[in-house]
């Protein structure tokens, strides 16, 4: 089989399974898709979540990001800033009751969307260490266009797993109308949403 080939399939099968788990990024995208009446609405959280994976694959593969996240200040900094957020968001998200005019019951308009779709991206632990701890190292094993189709199939695997969760979340919305799933889903959101805050402590104190 073609070097290229192999890589392709190996990156997207790494991609698939990394992105697979429930987490506080795909819980915000499938939300964002199911409060919205129009799929459309929910792009800005789509593209910017896909956006960000982009930039944390392309920087994990070319080795970027192993040095900026090298700079203890810089990591530290960033990572207590996503904690508080994600404690935050964690109890607005747990008190949420949907239509009821609660904050984040309701569909955020884009400019919020993609400020929260970043900071859920980019300041999430796991996606740090997915990115850099696996597909990162993972990387290293090809060169030229073995390591473009290596990458390539990762950030393929992201803009269309966040696309398929929007959908299938504005499909839940529309079965949905008494809101009681989606007020459990909240309830899940945010005890994720804890569990990372606690596994960011966790790892800041062992720094």
Known sequence: ?????TAFIHGFILSFGLILPLGVQNI??????????????????I???AVCDTVLITLAVVGVSVVVFGCFWIK??????????LLYMGW???????????????????????????????????????????IGTSSLSYEGA????????????????FLGLALAGRATGELDRTGRLLSALNKVSALVMWGAAILIIGSLVKQ
């Not at 089989?1 to 080939?5: D, E, G, K």
């Not at 915000?28 to 959280?45: D, E, Y």
């Not at 530290?76 to 957020?85: A, R, S």
């Open 47 to 49: 593209i910017t979540a």
């Open 146 to 161: 073995g390591k473009i189709a290596f990458a390539g199939a990762c950030i393929l695997v992201s803009w269309i797993w």
């Open 76 to 85: 530290t900094i960033l990572l207590g800033f996503g904690c508080l957020f």
């Open 28 to 45: 915000f995208i499938f939300n964002q898709g199911a409060l919205h009446k129009n799929i459309i609405r929910a792009l800005p959280a």
């Open 92 to 134: 607005v998200t747990w008190n949420a009751k949907p239509g009821r005019g609660n904050e984040a019951a309701q569909p955020f308009p884009p400019g919020k969307q993609v400020l929260f779709a970043a900071s859920v991206s980019l300041l999430n632990p796991h996606a740090i260490i997915d990115t850099i701890g696996v």
């Open 1 to 5: 089989m073609n070097h290229s080939i």
